[in-house]
Structures are given as C-alpha cells and as structure tokens.
Nanobody, 131 residues
Framework: LRLLTESGGGSVQTGGSLRISCSASRYNFVSNCMGWFRQVPGKEREAVAGIYTGDGTTDYASSVKGRFTITQDVGKNTVYLDMADLRPDDSGVYTC????????????????????????WGQGTQVTVSS
C-alpha cells in the first residue's frame, strides 16, 4: 500500500482550473511539512507549494503565487492543490511529498523542504494545459 496517493490530474485549457489531492495512508502528517513539486522531462524539478500541517501556513513558488492554493484536511490526512488560471507552462507531473521530519515548522520552511526533496514521494499525477 502506497504511503502517498495523488489523484485529480488531467487535461485543461489555458485559463482553466484543476484540483489535485494527496492522501496519506499509514502515516499521520500532524506537525509535518507537505507539499507539491512538478517536473517536466528535460527540466529540473520545481517546488510548487509547501504547507506546515501544524498551523496551515503556506508558501509558494513565485510562478504560481496568486493562482495556486495548497490546503489540508487533517481529519482526512489529505492535502489539496487548487490550481487556477492555468497556463501551458504549468504542465508536468505533479508529485506530492511528505517530510520525514516532524516538529516545528512554517510555510516558508516547508517550501524549502519540498524544494530539497526531503521526504516520502507519491507516484505523481499528470497535469496538461493546452493553449
């Protein structure tokens, strides 16, 4: 049984919206960093958003600020990424990540942890934005 399972990817036209979800099983992500990164073949992995589950604070890549929102449902052990005003360069495989380290944190700290790739990864879900 996979630790992190993403769902909700798909295809959308420019300007559209999508929600992707990440559910954690056999793992309690209280007081933890979680987030999303994306990857396109031939390009470096890019951290998109991070959330500190202890207080819900968040941080984002500058390329998605104001368009993407990361939220959590602690009771469901699920993190969501709501993406609006999507652009073709938002296309890629979006992967959920949960930090292996628990304790104090913040949105900006968790974003840096996501950027560093420190933790458990899901299998990824494809998001395709067509022009």
């Amino acid at each position: 049984l996979r630790l992190l399972t993403e769902s909700g990817g798909g295809s959308v036209q420019t300007g559209g919206s999508l929600r992707i979800s990440c559910s954690a099983s056999r793992y309690n992500f209280v007081s933890n960093c979680m987030g999303w990164f994306r990857q396109v073949p031939g390009k470096e992995r890019e951290a998109v958003a991070g959330i500190y589950t202890g207080d819900g604070t968040t941080d984002y890549a500058s390329s998605v600020k104001g368009r993407f929102t990361i939220t959590q449902d602690v009771g469901k052990n699920t993190v969501y990424l709501d993406m609006a005003d999507l652009r073709p360069d938002d296309s890629g495989v979006y992967t959920c990540m949960a930090d292996t380290k628990k304790g104090e944190g913040s949105g900006p700290y968790c974003y840096r942890r996501i950027a560093g790739g420190f933790g458990y990864w899901g299998q990824g879900t494809q998001v395709t934005v067509s022009s």
